[in-house]
């Protein structure tokens, strides 16, 4: 079946750098994108999203990139705190998909200080 | 937002017994879901929770194993039944077509850790 996927695994920042967490995604029908954080013992929580028709989206200190013509997605994390210590899931919704969201595989967020 | 309750919050339990969770949400809701976490893993959908009506099961998952209930706007029940070691997992609970917010942005809830021996 269609799939949302992440290329690392793991990613491990100094503080105060910049984070940048990739997704790739499959189904090219999806036309809703979002970012959830995860922390221990919680469930996922909002971060910001992006419709397909954007490929840029600014929130506070972070940005989502959406470029459609490779089915990539990507969440940067200016001035990263040790806050933002968590996993992280990239996701997608389709129209006719019944408003049901698809998750990746996640990737793992290490803040060094 | 939405504030969303899940109970238990975790639970050992025996093999072929059944565990029910309960998942309330303080306003009304147009959708709610369903996920099982698996250690280390990401979040797979199990069902959508119809109110009223049946749930919609993805595949893999069926109704015997996990029956659902949804009587109304801001409450649902999943039950795990006949449990064996590998249902231990994390259920999570979660609600989108809150008011004020986009349709498809969900809200979920801390979660029910399960473990079976």
């Known amino acids: 079946g269609e799939s949302v996927g992440l290329h690392l695994p793991t990613l491990s920042v100094q503080e105060g750098d910049n984070s940048i967490i990739n997704c790739a995604y499959s189904n090219s029908a999806s036309d809703y994108f979002i970012w959830y954080k995860q922390e221990s013992g919680k469930g996922p929580q909002f971060i910001i999203d992006i419709r397909s028709n954007m490929d840029k989206r600014q929130g506070q200190r972070v940005t989502v990139l959406l470029n459609k013509t490779v089915k990539h997605l990507s969440l940067q994390i200016a001035a990263t705190q040790p806050g933002d210590s968590a996993v992280y899931f990239c996701?997608?919704?389709?129209?006719?998909?019944?408003?049901?969201?698809?998750f990746g595989a996640g990737t793992r967020l290490f803040v060094k200080a | 937002s939405a504030v969303i309750s899940q109970k238990p919050s975790r639970d050992i339990c025996q093999r072929g017994t059944s565990l029910t969770i309960q998942c309330q949400v303080d306003s009304q809701v147009t959708m709610m879901f369903w996920y099982r976490q698996q250690p280390g893993q990401s979040l797979t959908l199990i069902a959508t929770a119809n109110q009223g009506s049946e749930a919609t099961y993805e595949s893999g998952f069926v109704i015997d194993k996990f029956p659902i209930s949804r009587p109304n706007l801001t409450f649902s029940t999943l039950t795990v039944s006949n449990m064996s070691p590998e249902d231990s997992s994390i259920y999570l609970c979660s609600a989108s077509g809150i008011p004020g917010q986009t349709n498809e942005k969900l809200f979920f809830g801390s979660g029910t850790q399960l473990s079976v021996l």
């Open positions: 996701a997608e919704n389709s129209p006719g998909g019944g408003f049901k969201t698809i």
